[in-house]
């Protein structure tokens, strides 16, 4: 399941549920390496590809895809365990 499927729709949600789901983020970002941070920002907010952060950190674009395939892992696991606590 992808990391966009564990994550509410943010036109549903009220501000109160929006501000949940934004700490709930910034906890599951929390989860992660700063080098697994980095990346992700990279890749999705500044829209770079994984062959240009690979040069940037002098690795194959496989590694990069890798990198962010765990870090993603990581907070959709993150993710699925606070949206099923009680409460």
Do not use: H
Request: charged share 25%; with cysteine; glycine share 6%.
């Amino acid at each position: 399941m992808p990391l966009a499927e564990a994550v509410a729709d943010l036109g549903a949600l009220s501000p109160e549920q929006a501000a949940l789901l934004a700490m709930d983020l910034d906890n599951a970002l929390a989860q992660l390496t700063p080098r697994q941070r980095e990346i992700l920002v990279t890749r999705y907010i500044a829209g770079e590809s994984c062959a240009e952060i690979g040069q940037r950190f002098n690795r194959t674009e496989q590694t990069i895809s890798g990198w962010i395939r765990e870090a993603l892992r990581i907070m959709k696991t993150y993710l699925e365990e606070v949206s099923f606590e009680p409460g």
